[in-house]
């Protein structure tokens, strides 16, 4: 499981009736084969398989085939054999789908606001430079100055949607601070 933190690492996970889970990891065996291999073996009638990695603590598995409710039945299963991760799902592209787990502070604290409708006030809101006394500190543990670059990074949401596979290294880097 750790060998996680040094590389990417193929894994297949058949979640089971009565936490009759299966977990299946493999270096070397390319996800398809071991996602075989947890069908046959596991009690659950599905499976889903990909890779995953460990950034501190968490859990980062990237897969094809979105299980209900998997982000959650993963750390479950992970939890029950003595590893406390959040985990995070993320389909092919990087396109975050699900997460469960240890939520930051101000993350809950904060209220998801409505993006702009109007195409003209997102890219308006995208590229709006910030005011002249404003000044955000990433590292600083101000809530406000956060709470502000958190606004601005959901106001770029939609501009980088819209470029499409173009724009996926940028989905990657903002999913990791808010969902995109």
Known sequence: ???????PMN???NPGPKDDDLLII?????????????????????VTFGTFEI???KFIYKTDKELPGLSK???KYLKKLDYSFSVEIFDSTGTLLEADGIEDQDNALQKPQAAPTDKKEQT??????PGKNEQINVGSADH????ALTERLRGLQAPIAELGTAGTPLKKVVARVIPF
């Open 26 to 46: 493999d270096r070397k065996k390319p996800p398809e084969v071991i996602g075989r291999e947890a069908k046959k073996i596991g009690k659950g009638p599905k």
């Open 11 to 13: 894994l297949a996970y």
């Open 144 to 147: 406000g100055q956060r709470a």
């Open 124 to 129: 308006e809101a995208a590229t709006a430079p």
């Open 73 to 75: 039945k993963l750390r």
């Open 1 to 7: 499981m750790m060998m996680g933190k040094r590389r």
């Open 55 to 57: 950034e501190a603590r």
